[in-house]
């Protein structure tokens, strides 16, 4: 969201229109800037070792990358390493159950936020939002091995749900290693951890609506439910088709730490996305290249979604990530 | 105290019901986990086992847990080490955020539109897993605590939203400083540092819980178990079940329940999250959308 707004202006700010300015000299120039850019110097050399560098050693996605011989003395494969990824079952595994979880996502965790936004904005005290708020807000700063545990805590084979059911005389049923339901777990930790956090936007979207137009309304006879409708909601459509927008650039990123806390309770079957694919592959079985293939294709692909969803917006009539 | 616009009027008293009792549902779902986690950490043996493993509200209250924690095993040994990667991680990544910050803040500095356009660019691609561990593995990090502080160090948006609080100090305060002779440096630490105390704070607390958090960079970069930090010490001792304390020969020694040390150790793991969560929420939402926005 702070892309567009942060690029530097095109016209310089209009000072001097009396007096012509005369072009200071480079060297000037440099001399008078050069403790600035001495300060930019950390950020833009580990940008530079830990972002650029790796983006170009993206190319040992069409290398069969040995690591005793390094990037220059390693075979150039072309496309051989995606050819090999294309007709791994395992990856269209992956890739698969990725996007189930990106719609099981975007269907049951988006519109959480929404709803729980809307809903405390209703509340009229303003210590008793607050508080709520401070509760909410706080599972988004946890580790995911501490959601983890917390989620075994309770819904485990030992935890409180379970022991309660025991001791009722009622079945007991195992959420935490069944592979059937464990996008549905997912999505429910996600839910836990960050939808109070996701209300934030959608709070201050409600914030910046004119209460002149909830007074018209309510003078034309309209109700909480029409208000709700014909004006909340409209004032609230260019940050959701935003954040739908950056949910769908992030579709194939689901929870990597989150999932590979959990991936040995049920089985890579059901657990394995695009991001733990990469992992295994890569870092753990040292097949180097095809980890890299699909790691490149996962940002290749999802910097496409992101345009497309961009231009669809665009399209609907709406704003989007960036301008025209 | 109401906020309650007049023209609204008076909602009905089982509409106030109903939300007061959605609201504090929600709140009970997120509170009811750390109840039990506290609990448990706390209980005696029997008390656990009687209730099978877990604990909502002790009877009877033991610190053991806590004390077998703290007496110099793996556990120990991993709180202080994330300990240490949170300080000089956050102190490191916090002067590199500043400095970009303000050195990106003037409009028409050298080479200023470039800069900020390769500082920017990082936000839309990101480089994949394999790459960057090998950087690291290339850099001769691997197993080195470089490797979990470095790597992530720098992030564009810190960057802009600090920078966002920097632009908003008024000119004239620069100006002024200027006219005294402050160099670029004088002017960070005298004028530039002490307007934007509450971005810094904020931005600061952010990194400090990734770095406190962080899970999956010990995994791939330390292959030593023993340079472990407190994350990684967590899932084994917690999600794979594998409670290794120091054997206690002493005779007549009762080694607390292995709940109550799992429970401790995510009591522990969450506190200093629950000790700078009351600044994080007086500052993040504002400073967060402001830096955010404006830009």
């Known amino acids: 969201m702070a892309v567009n707004q942060t690029l530097p202006r095109v016209n310089p700010p209009p000072e001097n229109k009396l007096h012509?300015?005369?072009?200071?000299?480079?060297?000037?120039?440099?001399?008078?800037?050069?403790?600035?850019?001495?300060?930019?110097?950390?950020?833009?050399?580990?940008?530079?070792?830990?972002?650029?560098?790796?983006?170009?050693?993206?190319?040992?996605?069409?290398?069969?990358?040995?690591?005793?011989?390094?990037?220059?003395?390693?075979?150039?494969?072309?496309?051989?390493n995606f050819s090999s990824l294309f007709s791994d079952t395992a990856f269209w595994n992956a890739l698969w159950n990725t996007a189930q979880i990106t719609f099981l996502q975007i269907v049951l965790f988006f519109p959480v936020p929404i709803v729980l936004a809307v809903l405390l904005n209703t509340v009229a005290m303003p210590l008793a939002k607050r508080f709520v708020q401070s509760v909410i807000y706080l599972?988004?700063?946890?580790?995911?091995?501490?959601?983890?545990?917390?989620?075994?805590?309770?819904?485990?084979?030992?935890?409180?749900?379970?022991?309660?059911?025991?001791?009722?005389?009622?079945t007991p049923f195992e959420i935490m290693s069944n592979p059937d339901a464990f996008k549905l777990l997912l999505t429910t930790q996600a839910i836990w951890k960050d939808a109070g956090w996701g209300t934030i936007i959608f709070l201050a979207a409600i914030a910046a609506i004119n209460p002149g137009l909830y007074e018209a309304a309510t003078i034309d006879g309209a109700g909480a439910w029409q208000r709700f409708w014909h004006v909340t909601l409209p004032g609230m459509r260019p940050i959701i088709v935003l954040m739908l927008i950056l949910r769908l650039?992030?579709?194939?990123?689901?929870?990597?730490?989150?999932?590979?806390?959990?991936?040995?309770?049920?089985?890579?079957?059901a657990a394995e996305v695009l991001d733990t694919f990469t992992y295994f592959n890569g870092v753990v079985d040292g097949s180097w290249g095809t980890a890299t293939a699909a790691?490149?294709?996962?940002?290749?692909?999802?910097?496409?979604?992101?345009?497309?969803?961009?231009?669809?917006?665009?399209?609907?009539?709406?704003?989007?990530?960036y301008r025209r | 105290?109401?906020?309650?616009?007049?023209?609204?009027?008076?909602?009905?008293?089982?509409?106030?019901?109903?939300?007061?009792?959605?609201?504090?549902?929600?709140?009970?779902?997120?509170?009811?986990?750390?109840?039990?986690?506290?609990?448990?950490?706390?209980?005696?043996?029997?008390?656990?086992?009687?209730?099978?493993?877990?604990?909502?509200w002790p009877t009877e209250i033991s610190f053991e847990a806590y004390k077998q924690i703290f007496n110099g095993t793996q556990v120990s040994r991993s709180i202080v080490i994330s300990v240490g990667v949170t300080a000089v991680g956050t102190a490191f990544s916090l002067a590199c955020t500043v400095l970009a910050a303000y050195g990106l803040s003037r409009r028409q500095s050298l080479f200023q539109r470039g800069l900020l356009s390769f500082v920017l660019f990082t936000l839309l691609f990101a480089p994949?897993?394999?790459?960057?561990?090998?950087?690291?593995?290339?850099?001769?990090?691997?197993?080195?605590?470089?490797?979990?502080?470095?790597?992530?160090?720098?992030?564009?948006?810190?960057?802009?939203?600090?920078?966002?609080?920097?632009?908003?100090?008024?000119?004239?305060?620069?100006?002024?400083?200027?006219?005294?002779?402050?160099?670029?440096?004088?002017?960070?630490?005298?004028?530039?540092?002490?307007?934007?105390?509450a971005v810094v704070a904020v931005v600061g607390l952010f990194i400090a819980v990734g770095y406190w958090n962080n899970y999956f960079g010990p995994l791939l970069y330390l292959n030593d178990t023993e340079m472990w930090p407190l994350q990684l010490v967590m899932r084994t001792?917690?999600?794979?079940?594998?409670?290794?304390?120091?054997?206690?020969?002493?005779?007549?020694?009762?080694?607390?329940?292995?709940?109550?040390?799992?429970?401790?150790?995510?009591a522990i793991a969450t506190l200093p999250i629950l000790c700078v969560y009351p600044f994080l929420t007086k500052h993040m939402s504002k400073g967060m959308l402001t830096g955010a926005i404006k830009g």
Request: aromatic share 10%; glycine share 8%.
């Open chain 1, 20 to 80: 012509p300015q005369r072009k200071t000299p480079f060297l000037t120039r440099l001399w008078r800037d050069s403790p600035l850019l001495v300060m930019v110097a950390p950020a833009v050399i580990i940008l530079l070792l830990f972002t650029y560098i790796p983006l170009l050693g993206s190319v040992i996605a069409f290398m069969d990358y040995v690591p005793f011989l390094g990037f220059t003395g390693s075979e150039w494969v072309g496309w051989a």
């Open chain 1, 139 to 170: 599972p988004h700063f946890l580790s995911w091995v501490i959601i983890v545990a917390l989620f075994q805590q309770i819904l485990g084979g030992n935890g409180v749900l379970n022991r309660f059911l025991i001791t009722h005389a009622l």
């Open chain 1, 249 to 269: 650039g992030d579709a194939l990123t689901v929870g990597f730490e989150q999932i590979l806390l959990q991936r040995d309770a049920v089985g890579p079957g």
């Open chain 1, 295 to 321: 790691g490149l294709l996962k940002g290749v692909v999802s910097l496409l979604l992101v345009l497309a969803a961009n231009k669809l917006a665009h399209r609907l009539g709406e704003e989007g990530v």
């Open chain 2, 1 to 56: 105290m109401n906020s309650r616009p007049v023209w609204l009027g008076k909602p009905k008293p089982i509409a106030i019901a109903l939300k007061a009792l959605a609201l504090a549902l929600i709140c009970a779902v997120v509170i009811f986990p750390f109840l039990v986690v506290i609990s448990t950490s706390v209980a005696t043996k029997q008390q656990i086992d009687a209730n099978g493993g877990y604990v909502i």
């Open chain 2, 128 to 197: 994949g897993m394999i790459p960057v561990y090998l950087m690291v593995k290339q850099l001769g990090m691997l197993n080195t605590y470089w490797s979990l502080i470095i790597p992530t160090a720098v992030s564009a948006f810190n960057i802009v939203i600090v920078r966002g609080f920097i632009q908003a100090i008024p000119h004239e305060l620069f100006d002024a400083a200027r006219m005294d002779g402050a160099g670029e440096w004088r002017i960070l630490r005298s004028v530039v540092l002490p307007n934007s105390r």
């Open chain 2, 237 to 266: 001792f917690v999600l794979e079940n594998n409670v290794t304390t120091n054997a206690q020969a002493i005779p007549g020694y009762v080694a607390p329940p292995a709940q109550s040390v799992q429970m401790a150790l995510v």
